[in-house]
């Protein structure tokens, strides 16, 4: 949605093909980063009192503190806090008022592509056939384009699941405002404030191993129960004060970072160029920044053009790429670092991330960089964009 905004922004007609009957997000959780903020506010997103601000901390079992996000008072100020946690059918509805009458067609799955010089034909479930210019792969983790462009390739399997729920219970006596990320020798216990249409609450998740060839059978909310027993409050009352139809699982995968997104005329975005691990709590806000960017990179493009496309695409995915992977790689290692290091060394491990700033350079210092990075660069290319536009 983010991609069909930009590039209709940018002058272009766009129709969004969505193979189910509605728009509607998988899970419930979420949390964002400030640049997808921005961004979706210059896309004409309604980010007003969108989820509650928050700074966020990793912790060991203990509480005792082991990163601090620290991002610079300026960029919380002007995008509503650190670490922004809400729920996905909110941000969902927003960016759905947001598309213009007609563009996203639902119920229009797309079963395989063609492209020449010349332009891009779509096979549709429904028999029918479209043709465009550019088509945009924003297709998720198990992309039909990008598979086509460059061909398959299997998922990771992290071997972890996690559980997240949510809870507007009254409690009075939880701090606000803040993301707490906490690990045990095994298991991640954390949570944040949320604010949901105007109500505020929070939301919790849980992860552990969990070998993806087997089946899960067990109960989600008293799986959840369990693995956060072990850590202070208040993360077990929050979980003991969610209703068990709110608490939803997920197998946690992704597939290792491709070199190239863009073929001919044709690219791909979030999930289906990136997929990443909710590890980075970064997957959707990457996903927002690829589609704002795609946009403004076809600003002024002579879509007719193969070359003029073909470069601009290019122009897209190269400063893109860098950080995309880094992300989901950083994702993947974390997970890694801190479920599957074997025994002997998860008490050196956590010797090492309590006592030495090892993390706080990883985590701390990295993403905060790289946020500000990205929000630079969006001035920068709101900037040429303003000047194209005229
Ligand atoms: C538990 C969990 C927690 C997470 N937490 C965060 C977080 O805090 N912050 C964050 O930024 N990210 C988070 N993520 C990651 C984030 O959810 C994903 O990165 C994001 O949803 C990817 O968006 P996307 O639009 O690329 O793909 P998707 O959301 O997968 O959307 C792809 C769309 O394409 C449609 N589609 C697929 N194939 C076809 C076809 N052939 N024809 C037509 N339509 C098709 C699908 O139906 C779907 O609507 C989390 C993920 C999980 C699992």
């Given amino acids: ?124 479930a429904d028999g029918t056939i479209e043709e465009a210019d550019v088509v945009v792969g924003a297709d998720g983790i198990d992309s039909l384009v990008r598979r086509t462009l460059w061909g398959d390739s299997s998922t990771r399997e992290h071997n972890l699941h996690i559980f997240g729920g949510v809870t507007y219970a009254d409690e009075t006596d939880v701090q606000r405002g803040l993301c707490v990320v906490s690990h045990n020798r095994k298991v991640q216990g954390s ?41 202070p409050q208040p993360l077990p009352q929050l979980i003991a004060a969610t209703d068990p139809a709110d ?39 990457m996903a927002s920044e690829d589609g704002y960017f795609l946009g403004r990179r076809l600003a002024g493009v002579d879509l007719s053009d193969y070359e003029a496309v073909r470069s601009a695409l290019e122009l897209f995915e190269a400063p893109r790429k860098p950080h995309t992977a880094r992300q989901s790689q950083q994702a993947y290692i974390l997970g890694q670092m801190f479920h599957h290091a074997p ?28 946020i500000l990075e990205q929000i630079d660069l969006i001035d920068l290319i709101e900037h040429d964009f303003a000047a194209t536009l005229g």
């Fill in 1 to 124: 949605m983010a991609a069909a905004l930009s590039v209709q922004q940018a002058g272009n007609d766009v129709v969004l093909l969505e193979r189910y009957r509605q728009a509607r997000p998988a899970g419930n959780i979420l949390n964002l980063w400030p640049p997808p903020i921005k961004a979706l506010g210059l896309l004409g997103v309604d980010i007003s009192d969108l989820g509650a601000p928050c700074y966020s901390e990793f912790r060991n079992v203990h509480g005792h503190k082991r990163v601090g996000i620290d991002l610079p008072q300026d960029v919380i100020r002007d995008y509503g806090g650190g670490f922004i946690g809400l729920l996905r059918p909110e941000l969902y509805e927003r960016l759905l008022a947001a598309l213009p009458p007609g563009v996203l067609q639902v119920d229009r799955g797309v079963d395989s592509i063609e492209q020449g010089e010349g332009g891009v034909r779509l096979y549709m």
């Fill in 191 to 231: 949570w944040t404030s949320i604010r949901h249409k105007g109500r505020n609450g929070f939301q919790w998740w849980v992860l552990e191993t969990h070998d993806a060839a087997e089946e899960f059978t067990g109960d989600f909310h008293a799986t959840a129960t369990r693995l956060g027993a072990d850590f």
């Fill in 247 to 285: 608490v939803q699982r997920w197998p946690i995968r992704d597939r290792k970072p491709l070199k190239q997104w863009s073929k001919g005329r044709a690219t791909l975005v979030g999930d289906a160029a990136h997929p990443t691990s909710p590890y980075a709590a970064y997957g959707a806000g």
């Fill in 343 to 370: 025994a002997p060394l998860q008490y050196v491990r956590d010797l090492v991330l309590d006592r030495t700033p090892l993390l706080q350079k990883v985590v701390g210092e990295s993403s905060p960089g790289e």
